[in-house]
């Protein structure tokens, strides 16, 4: 198969330079046009970027020159046949739905369309089916759609959860996270506010936590999505993290399971993309940890490439009815971000999609 051409909206930011790495060798995709803000457009993709990850800019973008993120420059670059977007929302809002419109399917990372009722927000090892939801994008009058990512604590949170919801059932859920710095951008946090500190508070987050388990956990009944029925609490942190979400999690099961079944459900969890080999799939969607002090960000958000979401300390909560208790760590800007937005595309690809 020739590869896909593909523009990257907001290259320069923390999710840009993810998408940036793991597309420099990808089998199905040929990054042709690095695309951000009025400010680094003209400028070599080297100079522009934001760079802060492990390795240097991979070599063959580095001389690059940045383009104006939007439909008519990106279109001068490259005949592109689809985009990733990793915008602010804000202009995600505008620029997304231009490409859509015109016929370039989009998959997103920005929250601007989540929910949206015809805008599936993918998971390709919880909810593929979903994918088809794209079809009613047409009643918009646009050519093509968009596909959106979870936010990144949803996306590792919701991928421990599945197992359990279609093992047990799931009545409620109670996260209390940690977040790393990586998850608010290159301007993100200043360094006055977090060291020696912890920050108790995430603007949207705990709102985007609860409404997107809802409908990413929810059924497509062939029209639209029926939301998930079971009630889901968040409180969201910012710690002195660098990279990997690490939340603690309260399940209230229907029905009643030990840790050990708990164990063996999410080591057996697998998908779609494990099904159809892609490319970006992890072996294991989820790693489960036996010691007493795992899992640790630093030690374990580069597990299964960044794309397994590691689980530990998996045990009863006797508060809760049927209670289990667990926590895990994901990979914000891979799990949480590009790596699942390029999953996304290659599960388009071999749907039909794309
Ligand atoms: N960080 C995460 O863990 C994470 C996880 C899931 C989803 N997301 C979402 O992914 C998106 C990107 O996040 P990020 O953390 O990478 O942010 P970031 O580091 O602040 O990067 C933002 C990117 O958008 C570009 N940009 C800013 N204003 C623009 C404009 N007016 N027109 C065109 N491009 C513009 C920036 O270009 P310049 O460098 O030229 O300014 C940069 O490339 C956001 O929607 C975020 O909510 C982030």
Redesign the pocket.
Known sequence: MDKLRVAL??????????FVKLLENHEMFELSVL???????GKKYQD???WCIEGEVPEKFGEMT?V???LENVKKEDNVDFVF????????RI?EAEFAKAGIPVI?????YRMEEDVPILIPEVNPDHLELVKKQSNRGWRSFIVT????TS?VLILALKPLQENFGIKRVIVSTMQ?L???????VTSMAILDNILPYIKNEEEKVEREALKIMGEFDGSKIIPAEFKISASCHRVNVLEG?TEAVFVELKSKADPKQVIEAMKNFRGRPQELNLPTAPENPIIVRMEADRPQPRLDRYAGNGMSVVVGRIRSDTVLDNGIKFVLVGH??IR??AGNAVLNAELAVREGYL
């Open positions: 909206l907001g290259a320069t930011g923390m999710v840009g330079q993810r695309a951000a803000s009025p400010s680094s457009a522009a970027a934001h940045v104006k993120a939007d977007s990793a915008l602010p929302s804000d202009v995600a620029v997103s990372d920005a929250s601007a990512n979870p936010n990144c996306n790393s990586s998850g608010a951008g290159w301007f993100g979400h914000n800007t949480g971000a």
